[in-house]
């Protein structure tokens, strides 16, 4: 199957982040092939026609670290949050823009356009077709340390 949309590279998406998080930003590939965790937060992007095209997931690290910087909550907070797993709405409704401003990633000249339908907190959350979807898409991981506050992984898969 060839990919319509755009897998980005480490360069690329160290750009879209930086504008949210700083100068101190590091952004590092990790892995060609995302892993899917349980516990991931999922955002499904969907193309014209409402048929999911790609994904963003990030790991509860990601979650609690880059939700917790866009409000400027204590460093101790997103730690605890990262800890248990327990990511908080705001974080979440963080992660989700987080999620919606990497849709430019996806897309370049040539893509169809996409849009980030809704994000769900577990996979099991997800609707088994999106899933099946994800599963068999085309991917990066990326390690992602967010000033003073700290590493997590955010996946970006398309079809």
């Known amino acids: 199957m060839d990919t319509k949309y755009n897998i980005p590279a480490d360069r690329e998406t160290l750009g879209v982040l930086s504008m949210l998080y700083g100068d101190g930003l590091v952004v590092k590939k990790a892995a060609d092939n995302p892993s899917l965790d ?11 026609e409402g048929k999911t095209v790609a994904a963003c997931t ?16 204590p460093k101790g907070g997103a730690e605890d949050a990262a800890e248990s797993g327990e990511i908080s709405p705001i974080m979440q409704e963080n992660v989700y823009e987080v999620m919606n401003i990497c849709s430019r990633l996806l ?4 893509t169809p356009h ?9 996979l099991d959350n997800v ?3 999106s899933v099946e979807v994800i599963k068999n898409a085309d991917g990066v991981k990326f390690e992602v340390e967010i000033p003073n506050y700290g590493k997590g992984h955010l996946s970006i898969v398309t079809l």
């Open 58 to 73: 990030c790991d509860t690290s990601f979650a609690a670290y880059g939700g917790a910087a866009l409000s400027m909550m």
């Open 107 to 110: 897309m370049n000249d040539s």
């Open 114 to 122: 996409l849009k980030l339908a809704d994000m769900y907190q577990g």
């Open 38 to 48: 349980s516990d991931a937060l999922v955002g499904l992007f969907v193309d014209s």
């Open 127 to 129: 609707p088994e077709s």
